[in-house]
Structures are given as structure tokens and as C-alpha cells.
């Protein structure tokens, strides 16, 4: 059974940072595609930010480049989302996920593993 459980979110004034991470256990997380997506209220879920599993490759969404950074540790079973320069439409509830079966995909259906979700709030 693999499990992930973000944690690191929090309240923020616009301009700020703020990182979240996940933890993984169980299943082969070296050999997954790692992504974050968000979802703010009423609207669905979106692509971030996804790395390969071995860290070659990297994308993140054009509304979040510049200003997110992820990475993650195969060593330690974790991921981690660096966020810069916050903006009051960055708020969210953050999930990480984990693919199995996909060597990258920015669409939600190719992860099979999700988070709780962490909440990350941005004031103006």
C-alpha cells in the first residue's frame, strides 16, 4: 500500500514563501513520477509542477514558473514543493502525487497514488 502525506501548508502574506513537502511509504517511490497539483474552491484540480523519478525532468505550469521549485530525495522517500513570490491566487489545497505507471504526464489521470492535500493560504 503506498501512502503519501503532505504536510508544510500553512498561512501566508502575498510575497512570501512557503514550502510543502510529502512523504511516501511503501511501493518503489525512486522508480514514480512525482507531481503537484492544487484546486481552489470551485474550480478543478490543476497541474504544478512534476519531476521525473529520476529528477531529469521538470515541468511546472506557466502560471507558477519562476516562482515554484520541486524536488525530491529518493534517498528519503520524499518530495517537495519550494514556493516563492506567493500571490493571493495561489491559494489552495495542495496535493502531491505519485505515478507508478507514467514516466511524466501533467494530467492528473496518469498518477495513481494521491495525498490528503494540505491547505496553503495567501493574503494580499
Known amino acids: 500500500q503506498v501512502q503519501l502525506v503532505e504536510s508544510g501548508g500553512g498561512l501566508v502574506q502575498a510575497g512570501g514563501s512557503l514550502r510543502v513537502s510529502c512523504g511516501v511509504s511503501g511501493g518503489f517511490f525512486s522508480t514514480y513520477l512525482m507531481g503537484w497539483f492544487r484546486q481552489a474552491p470551485g474550480k478543478e484540480r490543476e497541474f504544478v509542477a512534476a519531476i521525473s523519478w529520476s529528477g531529469g525532468t521538470l515541468e511546472y505550469a506557466d502560471s507558477v514558473k519562476g516562482r515554484f521549485i520541486i524536488s525530491r530525495d529518493n534517498a528519503k522517500n520524499t518530495g517537495s514543493l519550494q514556493m516563492n513570490a506567493l500571490k493571493p491566487e495561489d491559494t489552495a489545497v495542495y496535493y502531491c502525487?505519485?505515478?507508478?505507471?507514467?514516466?511524466?504526464?501533467?494530467?492528473?489521470?496518469?498518477?495513481?497514488?494521491w495525498g490528503q492535500g494540505t491547505q496553503v493560504t495567501v493574503s494580499s
Open positions: 502525487a505519485a505515478s507508478s505507471v507514467s514516466y511524466f504526464s501533467r494530467s492528473r489521470n496518469a498518477y495513481d497514488y
